[in-house]
C-alpha cells in the first residue's frame, strides 16, 4: 500500500550486519536471471522498498535500467520489490472494457504477455446501495461471477472475453482477479457499466426460446415510471400465470421466467399491461 501502481510479489530481503551506522548503495538486479520473471520491459520498473520486512507501506527508489540489469539507490538495507504503472509482474494487461447488451455485460481484455497464469476470476458489484422496484438488495460488495483459464506462461498477445448474462437494471462494476498456478493473486482496474437501458416506449419482447419447455424468459420495457402487470392467458383469454406486477422504471429492461411444468401443450400468450394501453405475444409450449 501507500504507492501509485502495483507491487509485485517478489520480494528481496537483505539485512546488514556489524555496520553502526547506516549507508548509501546501490542495489543490482539481473533481469536475466529472475527465474519466471515475465518482465516485458525492464526500463519500465521502479525498485520500491520497505524498512521492515512483511509489514508497512512500500516507497518508490531512484531506478535506472541498462546492460539487463535494473539499478536502485538506496539508502540502508531492507525488503525491495518490484512494480511499475504498467503492471510488469508476471500478467502484463494490455486492454479491458465493458459494455452492455440489453440485460447482459459483455468484459472483454487482452494480455501483452503472461508468466505462470492460471486464470482470472471475474468480479462484479453494484455501485448502487438500495433495493429496486422489484425488491433486488443491490450492495457494493463484489461476488465471483465467473472464471477465464489462462494460458500459462505465453510471450504472445492473448484475447478473452465473458459474458454476464441476465442482469437486473442498474450500474455495475467488474474487476478480475488475476491467479497464478502457484495461487497468488493480484487485482485489476474496475470498469463501470448500466445495464438494462431500453427506449422510452412500451415493449413486450418475444419468450425466448420459443417454443419451450417448460420454462421460457420475458423481457418488457417501460416508457415511463408507472405500474405494470405482465401475465400469461391462455388461448381461452383465462389467465395462467402472473409475472410480474408492481412499480417499474421506464427506459429499463426487465426480465421474468415463466415455468409450465404443469400446463398442457399448446397456444399461450404473455400480455403486458400499463396504464390504458397493452401489447400481446404469442408463445408455444411443447412438451
Known amino acids: 500500500g501507500g504507492i501509485t501502481g502495483s507491487v509485485s510479489t517478489y520480494r528481496w530481503i537483505i539485512q546488514q550486519s556489524g555496520l553502526a551506522a547506516s549507508f548509501t548503495a546501490q542495489v543490482r538486479f539481473k533481469v536475466s536471471e529472475i527465474p519466471s520473471h515475465g518482465i516485458a520491459n525492464a526500463s519500465a520498473i521502479t525498485v520500491y522498498s520497505r524498512a521492515t520486512p512483511g509489514s508497512g507501506a512500500f516507497t518508490s527508489l531512484t531506478t535506472s535500467y541498462g546492460n539487463d540489469t535494473i539499478v536502485a539507490s538506496v539508502t540502508g538495507l531492507s525488503e525491495f520489490a518490484f512494480g511499475s504503472s504498467s503492471d510488469p509482474l508476471p500478467v502484463q494487461l494490455a486492454t479491458f472494457t465493458a459494455s452492455a447488451s440489453r440485460l447482459d455485460a459483455l468484459l472483454r481484455w487482452s494480455t501483452a504477455t503472461e508468466v505462470n497464469n492460471y486464470g482470472f476470476e471475474i468480479q462484479r458489484r453494484s455501485t448502487l446501495t438500495r433495493a429496486d422496484a422489484r425488491g433486488h438488495d443491490f450492495t457494493n460488495e463484489w461476488k465471483v461471477v465467473g472464471f477465464a483459464q489462462g494460458a500459462g506462461t505465453s510471450a504472445s498477445p492473448r484475447e478473452y472475453s465473458y459474458v454476464d448474462a441476465g442482469l437486473a437494471p442498474g450500474r455495475y462494476a467488474y474487476r478480475m482477479k488475476q491467479i497464478d498456478n502457484d495461487g497468488i493473486f493480484r487485482f485489476y482496474s474496475a470498469a463501470e457499466i448500466e445495464i438494462g437501458l431500453a427506449p422510452l416506449e412500451l415493449i413486450l419482447g418475444q419468450n425466448y426460446p420459443n417454443p419451450f ?25 383465462r389467465e395462467v400465470a402472473t409475472l410480474f406486477s408492481g412499480e417499474a422504471e421506464g427506459g429499463r429492461y426487465y426480465q421474468a421466467a415463466f415455468e409450465a411444468k404443469y400446463l398442457a401443450s399448446g397456444l399461450y400468450f404473455s400480455r403486458l399491461e400499463f396504464k390504458n394501453a397493452y401489447l400481446i405475444r404469442k408463445m408455444v409450449l411443447a412438451k
Open 213 to 237: 419447455n417448460p420454462i421460457t424468459t420475458i423481457e418488457f420495457a417501460l416508457p415511463e415510471n408507472g405500474h405494470a402487470v405482465l401475465k400469461v392467458i391462455d388461448i381461452l383469454g
